[in-house]
């Protein structure tokens, strides 16, 4: 039995980051591996970006995901591709928005 909890708790669980902002990335990547969790980024840009998230949210089997609200541009105000995204995933697993942005309309 304790050989048994041992195992449990070395098992970090996997956060999926999706964020077009490679600095983001880093920073959140960081961030996660010092609370104690794997993070799996996603790559890419655009739908590239999208279509890679999606295939790690199944393979690496992600608790959960970190999704940056603006996954297109990150200056344009109307977009939302972020959310968008984050409902189309909450079959694999659940998203959680990110925003950097400091727009209190956001």
Known sequence: MHQTFSIYRRIKPRILLVDNDPE???SYQSLLQE???MPVLAMGIGSSL???ARKKAQEQRCCLALIDLRLHDDE???DMSGAEFAESMKRYLQPIILTGTDDPNT
Request: charged letters at 40%.
């Open 24 to 26: 983001a990335r880093i």
């Open 50 to 52: 999208q279509d890679d």
């Open 76 to 78: 344009d105000q109307e």
């Open 35 to 37: 609370w104690g969790y």
